[in-house]
């Protein structure tokens, strides 16, 4: 089973509406987790960090299930910069494990 | 003033060259990584430093070899370079180990 998964989408929303992502991981013993955004032909950005049931910022909202073993990212009111690929990552031990990603496209 | 910085942005080289890539960080930071990045997007550790030493080494073959003279400092050099070497190679740097991230711009290799 991988480390870390995710549905590689597309999700493919109109500007306004509110999206969510899930990434479910294998180790149990995580105990931080991270979401990341990459546009295309560009370095992945960090985005939030999730420490402990959840985290917010602005129209994006990240969760934590533990005892499910998956996180995820909520964004509301989406906008058309928003469209990029998002990166689950989920630290084991010294290494972080990346998503294969999530597609966003938001049209106009 | 870029955090992580990395040299050369592209490289088009010929199989069976020698080829290396730098990277630098002014963040401070003690863990430096290189990462791939496969034609199917998918992030992969190669290496990892703390304070100039190596941590991490994931099972990658011998032709690709890290070298940390510093803690900013994390080169990457390949020898005989391969066909399925081709990919997005990234730099990046942590504060600590298990701290996010911030990576360079990349490399796009590609072997012809």
């Known amino acids: 089973r991988k480390e870390v998964e995710q549905d590689p989408g597309p999700f493919n929303v109109p500007e306004g509406a509110t999206v969510a992502f899930n990434c479910t991981y294998s180790?149990?013993?995580?105990?931080?987790f991270f979401w990341y955004r990459q546009d295309c032909r560009k370095e992945p950005k960090l985005l939030m960090s999730?420490?402990?049931s959840g985290n917010e910022d602005g129209r994006f909202t990240a969760q934590l299930n533990r005892a499910s073993q998956y996180i995820s990212l909520l964004i509301r009111d989406s906008k058309l910069s928003d469209s990029a690929t998002y990166l689950c990552?989920?630290?084991?031990?010294?290494?972080?494990?990346f998503g294969s990603g999530t597609k966003l496209n938001v049209k106009p | 003033d870029t955090a992580v910085s990395q040299t050369p942005k592209y490289l088009v080289t010929q199989m069976g060259n020698d080829k290396s890539i730098k990277c630098e960080q002014n963040?401070?930071?003690?863990?430096m990584y290189w990462y791939k990045q496969d034609s199917k997007k998918f992030l992969k550790i190669m290496f990892s430093y703390n304070n100039k030493e190596l941590i991490i080494n994931e099972t990658v073959p011998n032709r690709f070899s890290p070298k940390s003279p510093d803690k900013a400092h994390l080169n990457l050099h390949i020898n005989s370079l391969e066909l399925g070497d081709s990919a997005v190679y990234f730099c990046a740097s942590s504060q600590a180990t298990g701290y996010g991230y911030t990576f360079g711009s990349g490399t796009r290799l590609t072997v012809v």
């Open positions: 999730v420490y402990s």
């Open positions: 963040l401070g930071h003690d863990t």
């Open positions: 990552v989920v630290p084991v031990g010294h290494k972080f494990y």
């Open positions: 180790n149990s013993a995580s105990q931080s």
